[in-house]
């Protein structure tokens, strides 16, 4: 079945270590993205990504790296630099490029800080 | 720019009660509007969506109707169970030629046996 796989689904880490939350489709879809969210609120969106090898910031990439080297994969990077990373973190695809697009969802990885 | 805005929850109902959740947007443009359900502990699943104006979405018993003039997209349901127990998110897809998508705060149901 195709689909966004997301792992680990929990990760703590200490205050001063950079974690990296993998995101994986086989979808092939072109579009990729990496949001926040945190209780009750709704999704921010960290980075996203139209084509392997390009990506831009979103509305919270501060603390945050991406990289885009193959069209299934787009690891993001939780850095020291982020003050507050403790968050539900989601992957989504589209296949890109229509407005009409949908966005597919991974099941999310929990992270906390310790 | 952009910006979705939707009902603040939590909206509780009993079983077979009817659902409306509202949901308003701004935008320049043609927006695709779309909802998509969250679980506890899970990513967001698309519920239903529509791409141009007076288009229908529906699926499993909802449905929403995308109205330009008001230029809302309200979410309904004629009778809730408690499997529809979930947060509810209006999103809309960006018309400034991103690729990116604006989502509402979302909107919790409770559904009461």
């Known amino acids: 079945d195709g689909g966004i796989t997301q792992s680990p689904k929990y990760l703590f880490r200490k205050e001063g270590q950079n974690v990296t939350l993998s995101c994986e489709q086989n979808?092939?879809?072109?579009?990729m993205y990496w949001y926040r969210q945190d209780p009750g609120q709704g999704l921010r969106l960290i980075y996203y990504s139209q084509i392997v090898n390009d990506f831009q910031k979103g509305d919270i990439a501060e603390g945050y790296s991406v990289s885009r080297e193959k069209k299934e994969s787009f690891p993001l990077t939780v850095t020291s630099a982020q003050k507050n990373p403790t968050a539900f973190y989601l992957c989504?695809?589209?296949?890109?490029?229509?407005?009409?697009?949908?966005?597919?969802f991974g099941p999310g990885t929990r992270l906390t800080v310790l | 720019g952009n910006s979705v805005t939707q009902m603040e929850g939590p909206v509780t109902l009993s079983e077979e009660a009817f659902l409306t959740i509202n949901c308003t947007y701004t935008a320049t443009g043609y927006p695709s509007l779309f909802w998509y359900v969250q679980y506890p502990g899970e990513g967001l699943q698309l519920l239903l969506k529509a791409t141009k104006a007076d288009d229908k979405g529906s699926n499993k018993g909802f449905e929403a109707t995308y109205r330009k003039e008001t230029t809302s997209f309200h979410l309904e349901k004629g009778s809730v169970q408690v499997s529809d127990s979930a947060v509810y998110f209006c999103?809309?897809?960006?018309?400034?030629?991103?690729?990116?998508?604006?989502f509402g705060t979302g909107t919790r149901l409770k559904v009461l046996a």
């Open positions: 989504a695809s589209t296949s890109g490029g229509a407005r009409t697009d949908t966005q597919y």
């Open positions: 979808l092939n879809h072109d579009a």
């Open positions: 999103a809309l897809s960006d018309t400034s030629g991103t690729y990116k998508y604006i």
